[in-house]
């Protein structure tokens, strides 16, 4: 059974990958943020030699998009140093590197999904972070480092903690006890189940895919308006969206209108996730539990 060294085991995806490793022959050492703190070297090297595992897989991330605006520094020290560090300490002792990134680092001036091979061009801090840790590990490791892009994370039944919560449970609670709530129309995303991205993420560790970066997200995409509607549908909920154009601005920070993912490397590979409304299913029985 190979080892995988985690970071982040409490998020949304850190908490799935650790239920799914089992199932594909993974022992999972994993760690949060108090416990290994991935801007501090020391604490890194320590489990690394302790540990000694096959591979690291980092989900951890500085994703609070206006706080990367207030917090540059911060924002580059745990999306893109940490990363290069990680990277550098993984070629060193030849493990498989993997971390996850963000479709913030396309501009959505495509209009349609973007492929792995399509130019970033990132629009805030938060995708330009995220951007510079792809190059760095890709540049430092190529010959390991796998670069998973994933698009509107959701999961565990209290969501992120850095958020506090996700969009799922959040516009679940704000629906609560109104007859109509708005919510924007003009960001076009894949919103995704981190059950669903947790399996696909081991299955393309279990697979012959060779390193590099690849989109992994529920299939289709849609706005939050119409993600906002398919949950009140599925969870039986009798609020009324009213879809509002906010110019793709949230909290003074400009985030990309078109921003959803197209699956082309791991598909050719097998590797597929189902659609997004299926995702909500899933986790709409998951939170029933």
Excluded at 45 to 63: C, F, S
Excluded at 83 to 97: D, G, H, Q, T, Y
Excluded at 236 to 243: D, G, Q
Aim: aromatic content about 10%.
């Amino acid at each position: 059974m190979k080892k995988i060294l985690l970071i982040g085991k409490t998020s949304q995806l850190g908490t799935e990958i650790i239920k799914d490793a089992n199932e594909f022959n993974y022992e999972v050492f994993g760690f949060d943020s108090k416990e290994v703190d991935i801007t501090n070297v020391k604490q890194v090297l320590e489990q690394l030699e302790r540990i000694k595992p096959d591979i690291v897989i980092n989900t951890g991330a500085y994703h609070i998009v206006p706080k990367c605006e207030e917090n540059p520094v911060l924002a580059m020290n745990v999306n893109f140093i940490a990363v290069r560090n990680l990277a550098k300490f993984c070629k060193e002792r030849n493990i498989i590197f993997l971390t996850y990134t963000t479709d913030y680092v396309f501009d959505g001036e495509k209009r349609f999904p973007y492929e792995e091979d399509d130019l970033p061009n990132p629009i805030q801090i938060y995708g330009l972070s995220k951007l510079a840790g792809e190059y760095a590990a890709l540049q430092i490791y190529p010959e390991k480092s796998f670069v998973i892009r994933t698009c509107g994370v959701y999961g565990r039944k209290v969501g992120s903690t850095q958020k506090k919560g996700n969009f799922f449970l959040n516009i679940i609670k704000e629906a609560q006890g109104k007859e109509t709530i708005e919510v924007s129309s003009e960001q076009i995303v894949n919103p995704t189940y981190a059950g669903d991205l947790s399996k696909a993420t081991l299955k393309l560790l279990n697979s012959n895919a060779t390193p590099g970066i690849y989109h992994l997200t529920n299939e289709g995409f849609c706005s939050w308006a119409e993600f906002a509607q398919e949950i009140f549908r599925q969870g039986n909920i009798n609020t009324r969206v009213i879809p509002v154009d906010r110019s793709g601005t949230f909290s003074g920070v400009k985030k990309p209108l078109f921003s959803a993912l197209k699956n082309t490397k791991a598909k050719a590979l097998g590797i597929e996730l189902s659609a997004w409304q299926d995702g909500i299913k899933s986790y709409l029985k998951y939170l029933a539990k």
